[in-house]
């Protein structure tokens, strides 16, 4: 996908992964040491992939494995892979981390591949992106998707601090002329500003038709069917997750909304 991203996707197509969970693979050129970036699924055959994957960009060995967040499409088979390869694994959760310390925000280089980390709570409270700076490419995880939107997975996901993290980002962009993102689901970005953008609107949107549609309101079902009702059934509960958090928000600031408590 560009000079030093590889990509392998998982077999988990669903209305929530899309197409399937994104592992990056990422290898500086004339490097052998390369890096796993959300390793995904507990499945075999996508780590049998992974490996093979690692050894087409040139590498020998992996030395070390991230996770940009602890959702299980996209950590599950972190684990595993680290018994394979001997890896460490990294994360912003202690709990996720294996034989590494916790990830924190700032420059992470990786023999000759130069990483940052940036801390993007929001869609979980441990979400973290990475910029591989001589790509320009940013990879998301589940903080930005290559098509459609994200679910702010309440309660752990907090909408102040999603819509904080997408204006750091927007930032981020420019401040490093950032030219694509890499996503943990869906295709690559190739104008992060703009996708970036129209995230920004579909939330201020979004948010004020939630703020809308509670005047009056007694229960958060009632508010869920206003907005989500035409949403399919088997992404209802993420719409719920997604107005929870909304209304939550829109409690903070002293807007009179249901509680989940009123259901």
């Known amino acids: 996908m560009t000079a030093r ?29 390369a890096v796993i970036v959300d390793p995904g699924p507990d499945d075999a055959e996508h780590r049998t992939a992974t490996m093979a ?24 088979s972190a684990p595993a892979l680290a018994e394979m390869t001997h890896a460490p694994v990294r994360a912003a959760a202690a709990e996720l981390c ?8 700032g420059p992470l280089p990786v023999g000759g591949l130069q990483l940052e980390v940036v801390s993007t709570p929001g869609h979980t409270a441990d979400s973290v992106c990475f910029v591989v700076k001589a790509d320009g490419a940013l990879l998301t995880g589940d903080t930005v998707l290559g098509a459609g939107s994200t679910v702010v997975a309440w309660p752990d996901g907090r909408l102040g ?3 904080a993290t997408l204006r750091k980002l927007r930032a981020l962009v420019d401040e490093r002329q950032l030219r694509v993102v890499l996503p943990g689901h869906g295709p690559e970005v190739e104008d992060p500003a703009a996708m970036l953008d129209a995230y920004m609107r579909h939330r201020d949107e979004r948010l004020a038709q939630v703020r809308a549609a509670a005047v009056g309101k007694t229960s958060v079902d009632e508010v869920l069917h206003d907005v989500y009702g035409g949403v399919e059934p088997a992404l209802q509960f993420a719409a719920r997750w997604s107005l929870l958090a909304q209304l939550d928000y829109l409690r903070e600031e002293g807007v009179p909304v249901p509680s989940e408590r009123a259901d």
């Open 98 to 105: 294996r034989d590494g310390q916790p990830l924190v925000a």
């Open 53 to 76: 994957t690692v050894n087409a960009a040139g590498a020998t060995d992996v030395a070390l494995i991230l996770l940009t967040h602890g959702h299980a499409d996209h950590a599950e």
């Open 5 to 33: 991203a590889w990509l392998i996707r998982a077999n988990n197509p669903s209305p929530m992964t899309l197409d399937g969970t994104n592992t990056w693979v990422l290898v500086e050129p004339g490097q052998r040491h």
């Open 161 to 163: 601090d999603y819509l």
